[in-house]
Nanobody
Framework: QVQLVESGGGLVQAGGSLRLSCAAS????????MGWFRQAPGKEREFVAA????????YYADSAKGRFTISRDNAKNTVFLQMNSLKPEDTAVYYC??????????????????WGKGTLVTVSS
């Protein structure tokens, strides 16, 4: 069992930055690919970014490329999402997920085993 707890959300003006963190419980963090998803009001949950177990491979949604960076620290059981140049359309609840499959599978929307409860990001115009 893996428990995921997100933090770092909040209110930011358009053009600003936020860094989300996701802390994972357990000793097997490095066995999981990790990812970030988001759900805006009235919309379905969508993929944002994923990172492989070792951190050597990353995947991004087109909306995140060039603005967001996913990283992980296996020694601290934590995955991060650095978000720059935020736009009002980035407003959403951001969820952390862990997958025993692959980061590529997460990028294609399947394989997630565990989810956090989410953290709200609000970008004002």
């Amino acid at each position: 069992q893996v428990q995921l707890v997100e933090s770092g959300g909040g209110l930011v003006q358009a053009g600003g930055s936020l860094r989300l963190s996701c802390a994972a419980s357990g000793r097997t963090f490095s066995r999981y690919a990790m990812g970030w998803f988001r759900q805006a009001p009235g919309k379905e949950r969508e993929f944002v970014a994923a990172i492989s177990r070792s951190g050597t491979s990353t995947y991004y949604a087109d909306s995140a490329k060039g603005r967001f960076t996913i990283s992980r620290d296996n020694a601290k059981n934590t995955v991060f999402l650095q978000m720059n140049s935020l736009k009002p359309e980035d407003t959403a609840v951001y969820y952390c997920a862990a997958a025993s499959s692959t980061a590529q599978a997460m990028a294609n929307g399947y394989g997630m085993d565990y989810w956090g409860k989410g953290t709200l990001v609000t970008v004002s115009s």
